[in-house]
C-alpha cells in the first residue's frame, strides 16, 4: 500500500517538473561589456551578447536603472519590446513569445540618448520565462486522468 503511494506521488512530481526552470541573467556593475567604456550609447544603442540558453520559447522582460541618460528603445534578437513603464531614469519593457535557437546568441540592444556623456551609465537585469509547449499541459491531463481512475476503481473494490 505505502509503495503504491510512494509510486503515485512521484509520478505526480515528475508531472509538476516537467517545465524549464527561469533563468536569470543579471546585467551588472561587473559586467565588461556594461561598464568602464568610453562608447555608451555612441550611435544611440549598445548591443549586449548572451549564450547559455537552450532552444526554446520565451518571455523575455528587461528592467533598467539609468543616470542621466533615457533608454527608449530595447530589442531582442531584433524582437522590439514593449514598454511597461518607460520615462525618467527607471524603465521595464517586455518582450513575449521568443524563440531561441542554441547556435544563436541571445542580443539585446538598448537605445537611447545621453544627458551628460561624462556621468551618463545604466544597470539592469534579464528575467527569462521558459514557455511551457502544449505537450506538457497533455502529460498534466494525463496524469489527472490516471489518478482519476485509479481513485475510482479503488472506490468500485
Not at 1 to 10: C, I, P
Not at 22 to 33: A, P, R
Not at 61 to 84: C, E, M, P, R
Not at 104 to 126: D, K, M, R, V
Request: proline fraction near 3%; avoid cysteine.
Amino acid at each position: 500500500m505505502k509503495l503504491k503511494l510512494l509510486a503515485a506521488a512521484v509520478l505526480a512530481g515528475a508531472a509538476f517538473s516537467a517545465s524549464a526552470a527561469d533563468q536569470l541573467i543579471n546585467i551588472g556593475l561587473g559586467t565588461t561589456t556594461f561598464f568602464g567604456t568610453p562608447t555608451l550609447l555612441e550611435g544611440g544603442s549598445d548591443t549586449l551578447t548572451f549564450d547559455g540558453l537552450a532552444t526554446g520559447l520565451y518571455n523575455v522582460t528587461v528592467s533598467y536603472q539609468g543616470n542621466f541618460l533615457n533608454i527608449d528603445t530595447v530589442t531582442l534578437n531584433n524582437n522590439l519590446g514593449t514598454a511597461l513603464v518607460i520615462g525618467g531614469p527607471t524603465g521595464y519593457f517586455s518582450i513575449g513569445g521568443l524563440t531561441l535557437n542554441t547556435n544563436s546568441p541571445f542580443t539585446l540592444t538598448l537605445a537611447g540618448t545621453e544627458a551628460t556623456s561624462s556621468l551618463a551609465q545604466y544597470q539592469g537585469a534579464i528575467t527569462v520565462t521558459a514557455v511551457p509547449e502544449p505537450a506538457t499541459y497533455g502529460m498534466l491531463l494525463g496524469g489527472l486522468g490516471l489518478l482519476g481512475m485509479a481513485a475510482r476503481r479503488k472506490k468500485q473494490s
